[in-house]
């Protein structure tokens, strides 16, 4: 069975802050992808990473960056300098072809105030 | 390229009732993932549909049941509707499933609330 597991339900910070948000998933598979979701106050999720089993490779889009480590089960999702517009709630997600569907984390709420 | 569209956005029914929801993936999409997201449960999945056929389904009594028609449209269709159905319901299309590499395109999700 899969499982994902994003401990933070709630997090504060203050604009300019960077702030990590920790997943930390469970599969038996060997071959399996990793998400990360946005979902703004309007609702609608909004697909913002992924990265495969066999792609440790860290990767970094403007403020925002993802730690891959198979040692520890974790994608972690860095946002640097937060703004306001960054409030939202996160969502870490795993899927493989084995299950056959994609399990979500709670998500994490995160508010950035001004 | 139109994204993901789901009817209606909101709806209010009572105890009993059933309830149908319709969701239109994107153009190309044949696979269409239905969720429930509620406050203390997140996003639970419900079932997928790829080509008309139910290729996977998440742990949700029957009152539960969709369909998908030729076009790639999805249905969700609850019975007998509880308190507890009062949630957002999403629908996400994908190329090729909720299980492969491809991201999962949501729509805007339909409120339902039980009275």
């Known amino acids: 069975a899969q499982k994902v597991t994003q401990a933070q339900t709630e997090i504060s910070v203050v604009e300019k802050e960077d702030v990590t948000l920790d997943c930390v998933y469970e599969?038996?598979?060997?071959?399996?992808?990793l998400f990360w979701y946005k979902q703004p106050p309007s609702g609608e999720l909004v697909f913002l990473i992924r990265?495969?089993?066999?792609?440790?490779q860290n990767e970094i889009s403007g403020r925002y960056s993802w730690n891959f480590q198979k040692s520890t089960s974790s994608f972690n999702f860095t946002i640097t300098a937060s703004q306001v517009v960054d409030s939202a709630v996160y969502f870490c997600a795993l899927s493989s072809t084995n299950a056959g569907k994609s399990t979500f984390g709670d998500g994490t709420t995160l508010t950035v105030k001004p | 390229k139109a994204g993901v569209t789901q009817t209606p956005r909101y709806l209010i029914k009572t105890r009993g009732q059933q309830v149908t929801l319709s969701c239109s993936p994107i153009?190309?999409?044949?696979?269409v993932s239905w969720y429930q997201q509620t406050p203390g449960q997140g996003l639970q999945f419900l079932f997928e549909y790829f080509s008309e056929t139910q290729r996977n389904k998440g742990n949700f009594p029957g009152r539960f049941s969709g369909r998908q028609f030729s076009n790639s449209r999805s249905e969700m269709n609850v019975s007998t509707l509880e308190l507890g159905d009062s949630a957002l319901y999403l629908c996400a299309s994908s190329l090729f499933g909720t299980g492969s590499y491809n991201e999962q395109f949501f729509g805007p999700g339909t409120r339902l609330t039980v009275l």
């Open positions: 990265r495969n089993s066999f792609d440790e």
């Open positions: 153009s190309g999409h044949r696979s």
């Open positions: 599969t038996r598979d060997t071959t399996y992808y």
